[in-house]
C-alpha cells in the first residue's frame, strides 16, 4: 500500500484572509522587512497611517470647498443685464456644478460597477470595459435608427422605443463582455496575471477601431431625443434638468436590482463566494465558470445602460469615448474600493463632481489631468479605496 | 504535435551541436556587420532607409520597456511619457523655442547665430536620458507599495497627464512670454545633429542618421546584456519571479525597482530625442496611449524579458508599422469591397496582434532562456504525471 498523500486544507495555503482592520491602514499592506522600524520610520509610519484616513478626504473635499469660498468671496457673474455684469455672492454655481457632476457620476457609477464586479471576482482589470461601453452607446444609437426614433417621435413612442432600446442594448452588450471572457480571459485563467491584462488592453484596442469603422473617426452628434437641458425644477437657484432626472431615473434602479440579484438570489450567492474563494466555491458544487460569465453578462449589461443613457445625455458619441469614460469609471472604481458595488457607486458620484467642477473651472482640456491626479493620489494615499474591504492577495 | 515537436526539438540541438563554440557571439557580429553596411545597399532617402531608422529607434524603446516590463515585471503602460520628455528635452535645448535664450554648446556655425537654446545633440541625447530616469524615479516612487495591475493603471495615469500636460503646455508660461510646450502646434525647426569632425545631418541623406541611431541602438543592447548578467538584472528578475521571496533574501525592494524605472526611462527618452530630432517637429499629438501600447506590444511579440525578443520585435513592428501597412498594404481592404484603409486601423490590429501572442504564444517569438526553460520543465513535469498514471492504475494489488 502507498502511504495516502495527505489532506491539505486549502486554507492553510492561503495568505491569512483578512489583517487586523482595527489598524485599517494601508501600511498593513506593504512588505516589509522584518527589522523592527527605526523612530523616523516609526513615525513615518503615522505620518502615513493619518494621511490614509484623511488625506483622501481632505484631497476630494478641496475642490468644491475652495471653489465654494471662492464664489461667497469673490462672486461669480451669473449674467448680463443691461451691459453691466450681475455678480453674486452665493453657493448656487458650485450647486450647480455638482448637479451636474452628481448626473454625470451616475452614467460613470454605471461603468465602474462592471469594473467592480470583475475586478472582484477574478482580479482582472478589465480594460476592455470602457470599449464595450462604447459599443452600448453606438448600438443604441443605431436601434434609434431601428425603430424610428426622432426629435418629432411622440412621447409615448418616444418611451417604449427607449426603453427597447435600453433592454436590446444591455443584452447585446451582455453577450458581448461575456464573449470577450470567454475569448481572452478564460483561456489565461492560470497564466500570469500579465497576460490577461494584456489581452485585455488589446480587446481595448480592437473594439476601439470597431467603433472607428463604424462610425468614423470623429465625434458625431446625435438628436437630442429628450431635450436633456430643459430645466424641470429648481431648486435654491440650482436648476434640475432632464438629463440628471434621466441619469438618476436609470442609474437607481439598475443599482437596487443588482443589489438585489447579488443579496437575495441563489445566482447571486455563488457569485459572492466565487469572489471570496474560488477553490472553495467550487468543492462547494459552484459552477465557477458559469459564474464567471454571468459576472461579466451583468458588467456588460450595466455599461450597455450608461451607453445608452450617455448617447442620450452627452448627445454625440465617439469611438474613443470608451476609453475615457474606462479610465474615468475604473478611477471611481478604486476610489469607492474596487470590488465594492456601493463604493463604485458612491466613487463614480464623486468622480463625477470632480469633473464637472474641473470643467467649469479649469477649462475642460485639464480635466483629464485633474481625474487622473486623483488616481494617483488615491494610489499613494489609500490604495484601498473610500469603502474598500481588503482583497484577497492574488496568487 | 508534442512528437513534431520533439524531433524539431532534437534536430536544433544536434545542429546546435556542430556548429562552433560560441557561434551566437560570431552570428551577433555578422548581424552587426551587416547592419553597419546596410546603408550601402540603398539610395540614400529611399523609402525603406526611412522606415528602418524608426525601426530600429523603436528597438531601442523596446530595450527600454523591456527592463520595466520583462526583467522586472512591472507593467509600465505610460512608457510613452519618456518619449514625450525625450523629444521635449530636444524641443527646448535643442531649437529656438525658448526664444529669449542664447545658449551654444558645440554647435554648427549656423547654429550659432540663431536665438535660443541649442546644445549639442550628443549632450541633449544625455540630458534627455537623465530628465527621463529623474521622470522614472518620480513615476516609480507612487506604485512602490502596488500590485502588478494597479501599478499599470498609475504609469497609465502618469503618461496620460503628461500627454494633456504636452498638449495644453501652450497655455502654461515660463516666463518672458514663452511657454511650456507648443502644444498640437509642434516645436518646430528643431536642430538636425552636428558632431564636431563629421559634420552636420541633413534629411539629405539618411545614412548619418542611420548609423547613428544604430550607434545608439548598439549602446543601449550592450547596456542591457551586461544588466541583465549583473548581479541588478538577477535582482530584478527575483523580484519579479517572487516580491517577498526576493525582499526576503536581502533584495532592497525600493532602489532595485526605482532603478528599474528609471534606467528604462532613460532609454526611452534617448530614443525620444532622436525621432525629436528625425522627425524635425515636436508634437503634442505623438504622444498618445496607442503609443505605450504599441511599444509593449513590441516587448511581448519579441518575448518579455529577452533582449533580442525586444530587439527583433521592435524591429519587426516598426517595419509593419512604417513599411507594410502604409505602404504596401494599406488599400488590402478595398480589394474585397471594404471601404477602409489599414492605416486607419492599426492599432486594432496591434490590439489583435497582442491578443493572438498572449493566446498562442505567450512566451514570445525569441523567449528568454529562463522563461523557455519554466515553460519546457513544466510541460516534462506534466509528461511525467501522466506517465505516472497508468502505471500506479495496475498498483500492487
Same mark, same amino acid.
Given at each position: 500500500?502507498?502511504?495516502?498523500?495527505?489532506?491539505?486544507?486549502?486554507?492553510?495555503?492561503?495568505?491569512?484572509?483578512?489583517?487586523?482592520?482595527?489598524?485599517?491602514?494601508?501600511?498593513?499592506?506593504?512588505?516589509?522587512?522584518?527589522?523592527?522600524?527605526?523612530?523616523?520610520?516609526?513615525?513615518?509610519?503615522?505620518?502615513?497611517?493619518?494621511?490614509?484616513?484623511?488625506?483622501?478626504?481632505?484631497?476630494?473635499?478641496?475642490?468644491?470647498?475652495?471653489?465654494?469660498?471662492?464664489?461667497?468671496?469673490?462672486?461669480?457673474?451669473?449674467?448680463?443685464?443691461?451691459?453691466?455684469?450681475?455678480?453674486?455672492?452665493?453657493?448656487?454655481?458650485?450647486?450647480?456644478?455638482?448637479?451636474?457632476?452628481?448626473?454625470?457620476?451616475?452614467?460613470?457609477?454605471?461603468?465602474?460597477?462592471?469594473?467592480?464586479?470583475?475586478?472582484?471576482?477574478?482580479?482582472?482589470?478589465?480594460?476592455?470595459?470602457?470599449?464595450?461601453?462604447?459599443?452600448?452607446?453606438?448600438?443604441?444609437?443605431?436601434?434609434?435608427?431601428?425603430?424610428?426614433?426622432?426629435?418629432?417621435?411622440?412621447?409615448?413612442?418616444?418611451?417604449?422605443?427607449?426603453?427597447?432600446?435600453?433592454?436590446?442594448?444591455?443584452?447585446?452588450?451582455?453577450?458581448?463582455?461575456?464573449?470577450?471572457?470567454?475569448?481572452?480571459?478564460?483561456?489565461?485563467?492560470?497564466?500570469?496575471?500579465?497576460?490577461?491584462?494584456?489581452?485585455?488592453?488589446?480587446?481595448?484596442?480592437?473594439?476601439?477601431?470597431?467603433?472607428?469603422?463604424?462610425?468614423?473617426?470623429?465625434?458625431?452628434?446625435?438628436?437630442?431625443?429628450?431635450?436633456?437641458?430643459?430645466?424641470?425644477?429648481?431648486?435654491?437657484?440650482?436648476?434640475?434638468?432632464?438629463?440628471?432626472?434621466?441619469?438618476?431615473?436609470?442609474?437607481?434602479?439598475?443599482?437596487?436590482?443588482?443589489?438585489?440579484?447579488?443579496?437575495?438570489?441563489?445566482?447571486?450567492?455563488?457569485?459572492?463566494?466565487?469572489?471570496?474563494?474560488?477553490?472553495?466555491?467550487?468543492?462547494?458544487?459552484?459552477?465557477?465558470?458559469?459564474?464567471?460569465?454571468?459576472?461579466?453578462?451583468?458588467?456588460?449589461?450595466?455599461?450597455?445602460?450608461?451607453?445608452?443613457?450617455?448617447?442620450?445625455?452627452?448627445?454625440?458619441?465617439?469611438?474613443?469615448?470608451?476609453?475615457?469614460?474606462?479610465?474615468?469609471?475604473?478611477?471611481?472604481?478604486?476610489?469607492?474600493?474596487?470590488?465594492?458595488?456601493?463604493?463604485?457607486?458612491?466613487?463614480?458620484?464623486?468622480?463625477?463632481?470632480?469633473?464637472?467642477?474641473?470643467?467649469?473651472?479649469?477649462?475642460?482640456?485639464?480635466?483629464?489631468?485633474?481625474?487622473?491626479?486623483?488616481?494617483?493620489?488615491?494610489?499613494?494615499?489609500?490604495?484601498?479605496?473610500?469603502?474598500?474591504?481588503?482583497?484577497?492577495?492574488?496568487? | 504535435?508534442?512528437?513534431?515537436?520533439?524531433?524539431?526539438?532534437?534536430?536544433?540541438?544536434?545542429?546546435?551541436?556542430?556548429?562552433?563554440?560560441?557561434?551566437?557571439?560570431?552570428?551577433?557580429?555578422?548581424?552587426?556587420?551587416?547592419?553597419?553596411?546596410?546603408?550601402?545597399?540603398?539610395?540614400?532617402?529611399?523609402?525603406?532607409?526611412?522606415?528602418?531608422?524608426?525601426?530600429?529607434?523603436?528597438?531601442?524603446?523596446?530595450?527600454?520597456?523591456?527592463?520595466?516590463?520583462?526583467?522586472?515585471?512591472?507593467?509600465?503602460?505610460?512608457?510613452?511619457?519618456?518619449?514625450?520628455?525625450?523629444?521635449?528635452?530636444?524641443?527646448?535645448?535643442?531649437?529656438?523655442?525658448?526664444?529669449?535664450?542664447?545658449?551654444?554648446?558645440?554647435?554648427?556655425?549656423?547654429?550659432?547665430?540663431?536665438?535660443?537654446?541649442?546644445?549639442?545633440?550628443?549632450?541633449?541625447?544625455?540630458?534627455?536620458?537623465?530628465?527621463?530616469?529623474?521622470?522614472?524615479?518620480?513615476?516609480?516612487?507612487?506604485?512602490?507599495?502596488?500590485?502588478?495591475?494597479?501599478?499599470?493603471?498609475?504609469?497609465?495615469?502618469?503618461?496620460?497627464?503628461?500627454?494633456?500636460?504636452?498638449?495644453?503646455?501652450?497655455?502654461?508660461?515660463?516666463?518672458?512670454?514663452?511657454?511650456?510646450?507648443?502644444?498640437?502646434?509642434?516645436?518646430?525647426?528643431?536642430?538636425?545633429?552636428?558632431?564636431?569632425?563629421?559634420?552636420?545631418?541633413?534629411?539629405?541623406?539618411?545614412?548619418?542618421?542611420?548609423?547613428?541611431?544604430?550607434?545608439?541602438?548598439?549602446?543601449?543592447?550592450?547596456?542591457?546584456?551586461?544588466?541583465?548578467?549583473?548581479?541588478?538584472?538577477?535582482?530584478?528578475?527575483?523580484?519579479?519571479?517572487?516580491?517577498?521571496?526576493?525582499?526576503?533574501?536581502?533584495?532592497?525592494?525600493?532602489?532595485?525597482?526605482?532603478?528599474?524605472?528609471?534606467?528604462?526611462?532613460?532609454?526611452?527618452?534617448?530614443?525620444?530625442?532622436?525621432?525629436?530630432?528625425?522627425?524635425?517637429?515636436? $508634437?503634442?499629438?505623438?504622444? =498618445?496611449?496607442? &503609443?505605450? #501600447? !504599441?511599444?509593449?506590444?513590441? *516587448? /511581448?511579440?519579441?518575448? %518579455?524579458?529577452?533582449?533580442?525578443?525586444?530587439?527583433?520585435?521592435?524591429?519587426?513592428?516598426?517595419?509593419?508599422?512604417?513599411?507594410?501597412?502604409?505602404?504596401?498594404?494599406?488599400?488590402?481592404?478595398?480589394?474585397?469591397?471594404? $471601404?477602409?484603409?489599414?492605416? =486607419?486601423?492599426? &492599432?486594432? #490590429? !496591434?490590439?489583435?496582434?497582442? *491578443? /493572438?501572442?498572449?493566446? %498562442?504564444?505567450?512566451?514570445?517569438?525569441?523567449?528568454?532562456?529562463?522563461?523557455?526553460?519554466?515553460?519546457?520543465?513544466?510541460?516534462?513535469?506534466?509528461?511525467?504525471?501522466?506517465?505516472?498514471?497508468?502505471?500506479?492504475?495496475?498498483?500492487?494489488?
Amino acid at each position: 500500500m502507498r502511504p495516502s498523500t495527505p489532506i491539505r486544507h486549502p486554507q492553510i495555503r492561503r495568505a491569512p484572509a483578512r489583517p487586523d482592520t482595527s489598524q485599517g491602514t494601508v501600511a498593513t499592506r506593504t512588505i516589509s522587512p522584518t527589522r523592527p522600524p527605526a523612530a523616523p520610520a516609526r513615525r513615518l509610519a503615522a505620518v502615513r497611517r493619518y494621511a490614509g484616513r484623511w488625506g483622501l478626504i481632505v484631497a476630494l473635499a478641496a475642490l468644491p470647498v475652495y471653489y465654494g469660498i471662492h464664489d461667497l468671496v469673490q462672486g461669480y457673474q451669473a449674467g448680463v443685464v443691461a451691459g453691466h455684469a450681475v455678480i453674486h455672492h452665493d453657493l448656487a454655481n458650485l450647486g450647480n456644478d455638482i448637479a451636474q457632476g452628481l448626473s454625470n457620476g451616475a452614467i460613470w457609477a454605471l461603468i465602474a460597477i462592471g469594473y467592480t464586479l470583475v475586478y472582484g471576482i477574478i482580479e482582472l482589470i478589465n480594460f476592455a470595459h470602457g470599449d464595450v461601453f462604447m459599443i452600448g452607446s453606438f448600438t443604441s444609437v443605431g436601434l434609434w435608427g431601428v425603430f424610428g426614433l426622432g426629435l418629432t417621435t411622440g412621447a409615448l413612442g418616444l418611451t417604449w422605443g427607449l426603453l427597447a432600446t435600453l433592454i436590446i442594448t444591455m443584452i447585446v452588450t451582455g453577450a458581448l463582455n461575456v464573449l470577450i471572457e470567454r475569448v481572452a480571459y478564460r483561456p489565461l485563467r492560470n497564466a500570469p496575471k500579465l497576460a490577461a491584462l494584456i489581452t485585455a488592453v488589446g480587446f481595448s484596442f480592437i473594439l476601439q477601431n470597431v467603433g472607428l469603422l463604424w462610425r468614423g473617426g470623429s465625434p458625431q452628434s446625435v438628436p437630442d431625443l429628450i431635450h436633456v437641458q430643459q430645466t424641470v425644477f429648481t431648486i435654491g437657484g440650482v436648476q434640475i434638468q432632464r438629463g440628471y432626472i434621466l441619469a438618476f431615473g436609470v442609474m437607481i434602479p439598475l443599482v437596487i436590482a443588482l443589489g438585489w440579484f447579488i443579496n437575495r438570489t441563489r445566482a447571486g450567492r455563488a457569485m459572492r463566494a466565487t469572489a471570496q474563494d474560488p477553490e472553495a466555491a467550487r468543492l462547494m458544487g459552484i459552477n465557477v465558470n458559469a459564474t464567471i460569465s454571468l459576472t461579466f453578462l451583468l458588467g456588460g449589461m450595466l455599461a450597455g445602460a450608461a451607453g445608452l443613457v450617455y448617447a442620450l445625455y452627452q448627445t454625440n458619441i465617439w469611438f474613443f469615448q470608451g476609453f475615457k469614460a474606462g479610465l474615468i469609471a475604473f478611477t471611481a472604481a478604486v476610489m469607492g474600493g474596487i470590488g465594492n458595488v456601493r463604493g463604485a457607486v458612491l466613487g463614480g458620484l464623486i468622480i463625477g463632481v470632480i469633473q464637472a467642477l474641473a470643467d467649469a473651472r479649469m477649462g475642460p482640456q485639464w480635466t483629464e489631468a485633474v481625474v487622473f491626479g486623483y488616481l494617483i493620489a488615491i494610489m499613494v494615499l489609500r490604495p484601498r479605496g473610500l469603502l474598500g474591504e481588503e482583497i484577497r492577495e492574488a496568487g | 504535435m508534442s512528437e513534431l515537436r520533439a524531433r524539431l526539438r532534437r534536430w536544433r540541438e544536434a545542429v546546435e551541436d556542430r556548429l562552433p563554440p560560441r557561434w551566437n557571439r560570431v552570428l551577433a557580429g555578422v548581424v552587426i556587420a551587416i547592419g553597419i553596411a546596410l546603408p550601402f545597399f540603398f539610395p540614400p532617402t529611399s523609402g525603406f532607409m526611412n522606415a528602418t531608422i524608426i525601426a530600429v529607434a523603436y528597438a531601442v524603446m523596446a530595450l527600454g520597456l523591456n527592463i520595466v516590463v520583462g526583467f522586472a515585471g512591472l507593467l509600465d503602460l505610460g512608457y510613452v511619457a519618456f518619449y514625450a520628455l525625450g523629444a521635449y528635452s530636444l524641443g527646448w535645448f535643442g531649437s529656438g523655442f525658448f526664444f529669449k535664450a542664447r545658449v551654444h554648446v558645440l554647435v554648427s556655425p549656423t547654429q550659432r547665430t540663431l536665438a535660443g537654446v541649442h546644445l549639442n545633440f550628443i549632450l541633449i541625447l544625455a540630458g534627455a536620458a537623465l530628465i527621463c530616469a529623474l521622470a522614472g524615479i518620480l513615476i516609480g516612487l507612487p506604485t512602490l507599495r502596488l500590485r502588478g495591475d494597479y501599478i499599470a493603471i498609475v504609469t497609465l495615469a502618469f503618461g496620460e497627464i503628461i500627454g494633456v500636460v504636452a498638449v495644453n503646455g501652450q497655455s502654461v508660461p515660463v516666463g518672458g512670454g514663452m511657454t511650456l510646450t507648443a502644444g498640437n502646434l509642434g516645436i518646430s525647426a528643431v536642430d538636425q545633429p552636428y558632431i564636431p569632425g563629421i559634420g552636420q545631418f541633413n534629411l539629405l541623406d539618411l545614412r548619418p542618421w542611420y548609423w547613428l541611431i544604430l550607434a545608439i541602438l548598439l549602446f543601449v543592447l550592450f547596456v542591457n546584456l551586461r544588466l541583465r548578467d549583473s548581479r541588478l538584472g538577477r535582482a530584478w528578475i527575483a523580484l519579479r519571479e517572487d516580491e517577498i521571496a526576493a525582499v526576503s533574501m536581502g533584495i532592497p525592494l525600493v532602489k532595485t525597482k526605482l532603478l528599474a524605472y528609471s534606467i528604462g526611462a532613460a532609454f526611452g527618452g534617448m530614443a525620444g530625442a532622436f525621432f525629436g530630432t528625425y522627425y524635425t517637429v515636436v $508634437n503634442a499629438a505623438q504622444f =498618445q496611449f496607442g &503609443f505605450s #501600447i !504599441f511599444i509593449l506590444a513590441m *516587448v /511581448i511579440i519579441g518575448g %518579455l524579458g529577452s533582449i533580442w525578443g525586444a530587439v527583433v520585435g521592435g524591429m519587426a513592428l516598426g517595419y509593419i508599422n512604417n513599411y507594410l501597412i502604409p505602404d504596401v498594404l494599406n488599400n488590402f481592404p478595398s480589394h474585397f469591397g471594404l $471601404n477602409f484603409q489599414l492605416t =486607419q486601423v492599426e &492599432f486594432g #490590429i !496591434f490590439g489583435f496582434l497582442l *491578443v /493572438i501572442m498572449m493566446l %498562442l504564444r505567450p512566451q514570445g517569438l525569441i523567449p528568454e532562456r529562463r522563461r523557455k526553460l519554466e515553460l519546457t520543465a513544466k510541460i516534462a513535469a506534466e509528461d511525467a504525471q501522466l506517465a505516472e498514471v497508468p502505471g500506479t492504475a495496475p498498483g500492487p494489488s
